[in-house]
């Protein structure tokens, strides 16, 4: 079974930053294209970063803007979120997500993250 697990969410003061993590396990993370969503309540999940597996193609939200950056550590079947430069609209749930061939589609539970002014 598939698992995502997010850590490191919370609050942070604009301007601030924060580091989310998300570990999996129950698949072989190397084989998987990982990426962060985040939902505002009320609104659609939009697509933060993404990370492909083998070539590292990366895409990032728009709104992104040089500020937030996607990495991973396929030995810790880790991908993490830098987000720095925090403002206020970054408050959200965020959220893992992990494709595999199949396809094999997995979303974390989520993670809190508020930013206050």
């Known amino acids: 079974q598939v698992q995502l697990v997010e850590s490191g969410g919370g609050w942070a003061q604009s301007g601030g930053s924060l580091r989310l993590s998300c570990t999996t396990s129950?698949?072989?993370?190397?084989?998987?294209?990982m990426s962060w969503y985040r939902q505002v309540s009320g609104k659609k999940r939009e697509l933060v970063a993404g990370?492909?597996?083998?070539?590292?193609?990366?895409a990032y939200g728009e709104f992104v803007q040089g500020r937030f950056t996607i990495a991973r550590d396929d030995a810790r079947s880790t991908v993490y979120l830098d987000m720095n430069h925090l403002t206020v609209d970054a408050t959200a749930v965020y959220y893992c997500?992990?494709?595999?061939?199949?396809?094999?589609?997995?979303w974390g539970p989520g993670i809190p993250v508020t930013v206050s002014s």
């Open positions: 129950g698949v072989l993370f190397s084989g998987c294209a």
């Open positions: 990370l492909r597996r083998a070539d590292g193609d990366i």
């Open positions: 997500h992990a494709w595999t061939s199949g396809p094999l589609i997995s």
